[in-house]
């Protein structure tokens, strides 16, 4: 099967594909929010991976950068490198990928397709925000409220487990991660900086800190666990919540007048939205409740060190 017997079988699902290039039409009184995440053989995922699973969760991590805006997703384009054209493998992961686009009304609108010698998935997403009410890292004052949605060390517990051989259960967050599209653009021109946890509570924190040139007090009996974290020791809990990546929770900061209006967000969505600390003097990371915190290198993934 050559590539483009693949895109019109797999990928062409609408008249945008077939050009050189496509083209989308700006709309008035918006920002274009532009973002790009790829997942590579060996490094994101195994060989072996299901399809499906990795179609979903490339869709997945593209469209968590856009709720981490504040932004509405409305088109990607897909760059596949591949040892091989293998039907089902194909099949599956446009299954994955067009189920979550199509929850979202996210259209695929081009992309490139070459022979690699190992799988290499990347998608870049574009989405629309109300002219400048996207939410970007920066913005965190002294004494504002820091924010989770959900809760965290799901997918970092399936990740042990995967990586200790145990049996998985399907779905989980790690291979099927929700991004919080609603719950973004809800909180456009309410919070004043966003950040989704893809890489660690702890560092991505650290990124919004560094930025805004403040610290963070945390308190450690606030923090939401997943529910497969209940019954392990503190520690171990606290671990995969702080240091475990890939819940793709949004972390927020906002100031304490809108403590409010968080709230009636949280009940709307019906997504637990919980205070886990504020913002202080300083440039790192304070936890309450707990004697020691994480040494540096293990808060959270880097590709380099
Ligand atoms: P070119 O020769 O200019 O690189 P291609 O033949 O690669 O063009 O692509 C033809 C059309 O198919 C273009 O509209 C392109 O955006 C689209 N396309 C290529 N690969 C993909 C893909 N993986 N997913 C979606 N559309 C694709
Ligand atoms: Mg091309």
Request: hydrophobic share 40%.
């Amino acid at each position: 099967m050559d590539e483009f017997s693949i895109i019109d079988k797999y990928f062409k699902r609408n008249s945008f594909i077939g050009d050189d290039a496509a083209i989308i039409s700006p709309i008035s009184g918006n920002d274009l929010v532009i973002s790009t995440d790829c997942m590579q053989e060996g490094v994101h995922f195994l060989k072996d991976d299901e399809p499906h699973a990795l179609g979903h969760k490339l869709m997945a991590v593209n469209l968590s950068d856009m709720a981490a805006m504040g932004a509405n997703p409305k088109y990607v384009t897909l760059t596949l490198g591949l040892p091989t054209a293998d039907d089902d493998w194909l099949r599956e992961f446009a299954d994955g990928l067009f189920s979550l686009a199509n929850k979202y009304d996210v259209q695929l609108i081009g992309g490139d397709i070459s022979r690699a010698l190992h799988i290499s998935l990347s998608l870049q997403i574009i989405g629309y925000v109300a002219k400048g009410m996207a939410l970007g890292r920066r913005g965190a004052n002294l004494g504002d409220d820091i924010y989770i949605s959900g809760s965290l060390g799901e997918a970092a517990f399936f990740l042990a487990g995967k990586l200790k051989n145990e049996k998985k259960i399907t779905p989980n967050r790690l291979e099927y991660p929700e991004p919080r599209i609603a719950l973004g653009r809800s909180l456009a021109g309410i919070a004043n900086c966003m950040i989704d946890v893809s890489d660690g509570l702890l560092q991505d924190l650290q990124h919004i800190l560094d930025l805004n040139r403040v610290g963070a007090e945390l308190d450690s009996n606030f923090i939401p666990y997943s529910a497969e974290l209940k019954k392990l020791p503190l520690k171990s809990k606290l671990d995969y919540a702080l240091t475990g990546g890939e819940d793709y929770e949004l972390l927020f900061i906002a100031p304490n007048s809108r403590a409010r209006i968080i709230e009636k967000i949280s009940r709307d969505l019906d997504i637990p939205l919980t205070k886990i600390g504020s913002i202080v003097a300083g440039k790192n990371v304070i936890i309450r409740g707990m004697k020691k915190i994480p040494k540096i290198a293990s808060r959270g993934f880097k590709h380099f060190i």
